[in-house]
Every structure is written in C-alpha cells, then in structure tokens.
C-alpha cells in the first residue's frame, strides 16, 4: 500500500537559517509527490509536486523539495526560512491503486520560525 | 475568481443530531472530496465522487453520507451515527482526466464542527 511518513512532529529554525521538512515516502511504481501548508484554521494549500524529470523542484513562496529515489524521500527546503513561514505542512502521495487522484497525506510537521 | 467555498464555517451541533456541510466549486472540476483532520492524525479521506451521481466510500465513511446531484456541488452529512464527529472538515476538488490527471488537488478553507 501506498503511504508516507513524516518523521518530525515539529520543527524549529531561526529566521534566516535553512529549513528541512522531511518525508519519506512507500510506493509500487513511480510516485507522485506533494507538498501542501496550512495556516491556522484554514484550507491547504499547494506548494510543489514531483511527477517526473528534475529531481529538484521549486516551488511556491522559495520552497523547493529534492526527490530521492534511492532513499525513498521527498524533503522539503527552503535556503533562508521567514517568520511567515510558521504553519503545517503536509507530505502526501497520489494513490495510484485507482483511477483517481485520491491523496494520501503523511501527519504534518509543525514548522515554528523564531525571529 | 474560481475556487472552493465552504460552509459554514463554524458548527456547534448537539449529540444525536444530524449535520449538513456544503461544498461548492467553480473551477469545473470533474471530482470532488471530503477529508477530515484530526490533531496528530493528518487527514483521512471519508467520501470522493469522480462524477456527477456518483461517489465512492473513503477509509473513515461510516457515520456519513453524501451527494452529487450537481457537478459543483458536494455536501457532507455528519449523521447521529458518527461516533466522534469532532473535527475540521476540508473539502477538495481535482481535474479527472486521464490526459490531465497529476493528482492535485485545491482545497477549500475547512468548516469546524464542534459536538456538544
């Protein structure tokens, strides 16, 4: 079956300082990958996808996530982390066990920025 | 602009009473879907519905019942049969098409329901 993982329940950066958000993904086949954040009390939003080609993918508001085949991850980045980046952030796959475009989400890592 | 509105998006409901929460869209999307979102839990998908008249149970659907009379509409009834309904609610919307289909997926601004 299809899932993902996301090892850290939160974490803490500096502003200013380079930020990780990790996810380490299950699938048979070739995988779909996502990034979504969600603010407080709000719907997600979409930040990035990896479907093929370049293992490094930018994204919305300087973020960007490196696919790793060999190590089954899809990490998230970004080089010089704002305050305004606090928020969740999800990790999730596309479940490919249907003809659908069913998503399965890792838990969220909370992403604390401190000034 | 096109989107995904839901509503409302504040609900307080006494134990043994049904609740209904709307989704509608405008982006013209062939598939819709309802997740909810648990502290901890991530979210867990109850109910999809890939077409007009037709819907599919997720991995949580017992406690709930859905809809899609319309292509832009897709509500979500929280029933006396729903344990801990407790929760944020997020509806989804994505593109359905074999030629188009990356699996993204927009996402509406949540309605929290609270059990009395």
């Known amino acids: 079956a299809q899932s993902v993982a996301q090892p850290e329940d939160q974490v803490n950066v500096a502003e200013g300082n380079p930020l990780t958000v990790k996810c380490t993904y299950s699938v048979s086949g070739n995988p779909y990958l996502f990034w979504y954040v969600q603010y407080p009390n709000r719907g997600l939003q979409f930040l990035l996808k990896y479907i093929t080609g370049d293992n490094l993918v930018k994204g919305s508001y300087g973020f960007e996530a490196e696919f790793n085949k060999s190590q089954t991850s899809f990490h998230l980045k970004k080089p010089s982390a704002l305050v305004s980046d606090s928020a969740l952030y999800f990790c999730a796959v596309r479940d490919i066990s249907g003809a659908t475009n069913k998503l399965i989400f890792g838990t969220g890592t909370l992403l604390a920025v401190q000034p | 602009d096109g989107g995904i509105t839901q509503s409302p998006k504040y609900l307080f409901r006494k134990e043994g009473q049904n609740v209904t929460l709307s989704c509608e869209q405008n982006l013209n999307h062939d598939a819709m879907y309802w997740y909810r979102q648990d502290p901890g839990q991530g979210l867990r998908l109850i109910y999809y519905?890939?077409?007009?008249?037709?819907?599919q149970k997720g991995d949580i659907a017992e406690g709930y019942s859905v809809s899609r009379e319309k292509k832009e509409s897709f509500p979500l009834t929280v029933t006396s049969a729903q344990k801990n309904p407790t929760a944020f609610y997020l509806c989804?919307?994505?593109?359905?098409?074999?030629?188009?289909?990356?699996?993204?997926?927009?996402f509406g601004e949540g309605s929290r329901l609270t059990v009395l």
């Open positions: 519905s890939q077409i007009v008249n037709d819907f």
């Open positions: 989804a919307s994505s593109i359905d098409r074999v030629d188009s289909n990356t699996g993204e997926l927009f």
